[in-house]
């Protein structure tokens, strides 16, 4: 098995392509902040949210309102507050897969062992705990801008594809990026069951072209980043490629129409992204809400 990044840096490395963050990426990212425009690529949070039928879908309980008459009781001033609890799955929403979610054999990323991801313990190695900040150049494939639409189902996106991106924005690939694919998917489906099945996206080829030119994470505005289904012979092949041999993390549901009309209007493709992920110890995957600054 080609095991990519396995041992690059180190044999207890969780963290995986992440490490390719260095200062001199991050002051590339930043460099790349000359408007400050600041975008939000997430989905809402709700009814609405990328959540599968098989998910259960994000709950809300209020524990307290406004109309508390104990709280307004003790307080002289009549000062009252209200307060959530809010439940909701790690792989719905726009989210980053860690590298405990996707493995193959016995072995997750780096050679550490699988028999450590349960559900009676979690992932107690490579889980979202172990994903670090990233700020970072992002380069977005805008596939329906250069497809004058949203992608149809089961569409896959391929070398060829990348390729003309990034020689059309005269974008050379950097160690350190953020790739982000618009396929129009979130637009053209947003909140329905559609969403989650034929979804256009990266292919096997695709994955190997970006792991080659040590992309440190990959995004799309679908629900798994790569097309569905997958090629006869073999499952889920994007995840096993940049997750599992070159420990890429995955970020999955993000809605990018924004961004997309943005770097347009300015005439560029390249932006900084900001991805601050919550260290949820032993989970496999957490959500996030993407920042693009121009």
């Not at 050679?111 to 970072?136: E, F, I, M, N, W």
């Not at 974008?171 to 990026?177: L, M, N, P, T």
Request: aromatic share 6%; with cysteine; hydrophobic share 45%.
């Amino acid at each position: 098995m080609n095991t990519g990044n396995w041992g690059r840096w180190g044999p207890d490395d969780e963290v995986g392509a992440l490490n390719l963050v260095d200062p001199a990426a991050v002051l590339g990212g930043l460099a790349l902040a000359t408007q400050g425009r600041v975008l939000s690529l997430a989905q809402p949070i709700g009814p609405l949210a990328g959540v599968p039928p098989h998910r259960r879908a994000p709950q809300r309980f209020m524990d307290r309102d406004a109309g508390d008459y104990a709280a307004g009781a003790r307080s002289p001033d009549g000062f009252r507050f209200a307060e959530d609890t809010v439940v909701f799955g790690t792989h719905s929403g726009t989210h980053l897969d860690a590298l405990a979610h996707a493995w193959s054999g016995d072995e997750l990323y780096n050679g550490h062992a699988a028999t450590g991801t349960r559900s009676t313990r979690g992932a107690q190695r490579c889980g979202a705990d172990k994903l670090v900040p990233v700020l970072t150049r992002g380069v977005l494939v805008d596939l329906v801008a250069a497809r004058g639409g949203p992608l149809e189902p089961s569409v896959p996106v391929g070398v060829d594809d990348l390729e003309r991106a990034y020689s059309g924005s005269g974008v050379e690939a950097r160690a350190g990026d953020a790739v982000l694919l618009r396929t129009g998917w979130w637009e053209r489906h947003a909140g329905a069951p559609e969403y989650f099945d034929l979804e256009p996206g990266l292919d096997a080829g695709a994955a190997d072209w970006l792991a080659e030119r040590d992309v440190a994470l990959v995004g799309a505005d679908n629900y798994a980043v790569e097309v569905a289904p997958s090629a006869p012979g073999s499952t889920f092949p994007v995840h096993l490629t940049l997750m599992h041999r070159h420990g890429v993390p995955l970020l999955e549901n993000l809605d990018l129409r924004a961004l997309g009309q943005a770097l347009a209007e300015a005439g560029r493709s390249t932006f900084l992204l900001v991805v601050a992920p919550l260290p949820l110890a032993g989970s496999t995957g957490g959500p996030v809400n993407p920042v693009a600054v121009l």
